[in-house]
């Protein structure tokens, strides 16, 4: 699961395809995050700390693959 190839929202959907793969085949024993109050909760603390480190200008840009890279950083960020 790669976000950094995550372009439209065609990429954004096969991309959480294959998150939800990821999670049933490897179950929430590999993930940080494997429960969905822990998974959300890490998703807005990185969102939380991506507005606060980013740019000025960027703060209010969202793309897919911003979207692909908080998915993928709420499966561990505490």
């Not at 372009?7 to 049933?24: G, H, I, K, Q």
């Given at each position: 699961?790669?976000?950094?190839?995550?372009?439209?929202?065609d990429?954004?959907a096969?991309?959480?395809?294959?998150?939800?793969?990821?999670?049933?085949?490897?179950?929430?024993?590999?993930?940080?995050?494997?429960?969905?109050?822990?998974?959300l909760?890490?998703l807005?603390?990185?969102?939380?700390?991506?507005?606060?480190?980013?740019p000025d200008?960027?703060?209010d840009?969202?793309?897919?693959?911003?979207?692909?890279?908080?998915?993928?950083?709420a499966?561990?960020?505490?």
């Amino acid at each position: 699961m790669d976000p950094s190839n995550v372009e439209t929202r065609d990429d954004f959907a096969r991309y959480l395809s294959a998150v939800l793969a990821d999670f049933r085949s490897t179950g929430a024993a590999d993930w940080e995050n494997g429960t969905l109050d822990r998974f959300l909760d890490g998703l807005s603390a990185y969102a939380d700390a991506r507005v606060a480190e980013a740019p000025d200008l960027e703060r209010d840009q969202a793309s897919w693959r911003l979207f692909a890279a908080m998915v993928q950083a709420a499966t561990g960020y505490e």
